[in-house]
């Protein structure tokens, strides 16, 4: 199989990119494909045997069968869980999105992975400095996109705004995936069916609610991999 690498993006923050991201990893694994997984921009984190890790970039790198060093995982580690261009001045550093997209593109060249992900921070449009934002990181990455909606009020609206900036970057939309991030929402099939024919991409699936500790594994169980036009037929 050729290289597949998709940017994963979502309707906020905390709806679930991560676990999405880690389950489309753990659902690549099980095809036999090698995979990566990549998280250029992560705020917050902690200290393991002296090295500043945060736990998204640990998930992806330890759920992909490819053994990446961390800092090949995630090459800006920023210390304080705000958002990133804040976090950045904090740390005395400025994040650059082409080098950023370069370093991702170098990844997958370099691994020879199969399937890739690279799990954006906040939502589509968080800025990364005073001029720049993820979507600037995501347009000089080039991959195909998946939406991870989170099934709560205010999902439409966040979805299709998301859906047209995407768009307008001139991205492809590869997929979406719903994500039930906690209660069931009011009206969820409504919901899921006006998801379906407003976005312009196939839904991946519908993750239900997995309790306090959901895992990858669990999470693909409701993922179809096969739906993405890249991987269709
Ligand atoms: N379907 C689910 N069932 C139960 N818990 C979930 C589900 N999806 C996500 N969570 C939990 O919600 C929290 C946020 O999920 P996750 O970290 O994947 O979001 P994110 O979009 O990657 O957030 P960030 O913007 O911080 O990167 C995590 O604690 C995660 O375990
Ligand atoms: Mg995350």
């Given at each position: 199989?050729?290289?597949?690498?998709y940017?994963?993006?979502?309707?906020?923050?905390?709806?679930?990119?991560?676990?999405?991201g880690a389950?489309?990893?753990?659902?690549?694994?099980?095809?036999?494909?090698?995979?990566?997984?990549?998280?250029?921009?992560?705020?917050?984190?902690?200290?393991?045997?002296?090295?500043f890790?945060?736990?998204?970039?640990?998930?992806?790198?330890?759920?992909a069968s490819?053994?990446?060093?961390?800092?090949?995982?995630?090459?800006?580690?920023?210390?304080?869980?705000?958002?990133?261009?804040i976090?950045?001045e904090r740390?005395?550093?400025?994040?650059n999105?082409?080098?950023?997209?370069?370093?991702?593109?170098?990844?997958?060249?370099?691994?020879g992975?199969e399937?890739a992900?690279?799990?954006?921070?906040?939502?589509?449009?968080?800025?990364?400095d005073?001029?720049?934002?993820?979507?600037?990181l995501?347009?000089?990455?080039?991959w195909?996109?998946?939406l991870?909606?989170?099934m709560?009020l205010?999902?439409?609206?966040h979805?299709?705004?998301?859906?047209?900036?995407?768009?307008?970057?001139?991205?492809?939309l590869?997929?979406?995936?719903?994500?039930?991030?906690?209660?069931?929402?009011?009206?969820?099939?409504?919901?899921?069916?006006?998801l379906?024919?407003w976005?312009?991409?196939?839904?991946?699936g519908?993750?239900?609610?997995?309790?306090?500790?959901?895992?990858?594994?669990?999470?693909?169980?409701?993922?179809?991999?096969?739906?993405?036009?890249?991987?269709?037929?």
């Amino acid at each position: 199989m050729s290289q597949r690498a998709y940017f994963i993006t979502g309707t906020d923050t905390g709806v679930g990119k991560t676990l999405v991201g880690a389950a489309l990893l753990h659902a690549a694994n099980a095809q036999g494909w090698s995979t990566i997984g990549l998280k250029p921009v992560a705020a917050g984190g902690t200290h393991h045997d002296g090295v500043f890790m945060n736990e998204d970039a640990c998930l992806l790198q330890a759920t992909a069968s490819i053994e990446l060093d961390y800092a090949a995982v995630n090459p800006a580690a920023l210390a304080d869980a705000i958002a990133p261009h804040i976090a950045a001045e904090r740390d005395g550093r400025t994040l650059n999105a082409a080098e950023l997209a370069t370093h991702c593109r170098h990844q997958l060249a370099t691994s020879g992975a199969e399937f890739a992900v690279a799990e954006g921070a906040g939502g589509w449009l968080v800025p990364l400095d005073a001029r720049t934002t993820m979507a600037d990181l995501a347009t000089s990455l080039g991959w195909p996109v998946i939406l991870v909606v989170a099934m709560r009020l205010g999902c439409l609206n966040h979805a299709l705004l998301t859906a047209r900036a995407i768009e307008a970057a001139g991205l492809a939309l590869a997929g979406w995936v719903a994500n039930v991030t906690g209660e069931q929402m009011a009206a969820e099939a409504a919901n899921l069916a006006t998801l379906d024919n407003w976005l312009p991409a196939p839904r991946l699936g519908c993750i239900r609610q997995l309790g306090p500790d959901p895992q990858p594994a669990d999470a693909a169980g409701y993922l179809d991999l096969s739906l993405l036009p890249e991987l269709a037929g």
